[in-house]
């Protein structure tokens, strides 16, 4: 019964991981690639998260 109330933990993820590739495509449209490359690393570990749960 309580149970409907709590965040699902991979929603969040997938959230975090859009924004992060959102805040990348930014990144490189700007000319940062070093920015975009952090930005697609840390979106690819959440990925690998989401895949694994």
Do not use: H, N
């Amino acid at each position: 019964m309580f149970g409907l109330f709590k965040k699902d933990p991979k929603q969040a993820l997938e959230k975090e991981y859009k924004q992060l590739l959102e805040q990348a495509m930014k990144a490189q449209r700007s000319g940062d690639i070093r920015g975009y490359s952090e930005l697609t690393e840390k979106a690819d570990a959440i990925y690998q998260k989401i895949q694994a749960s």
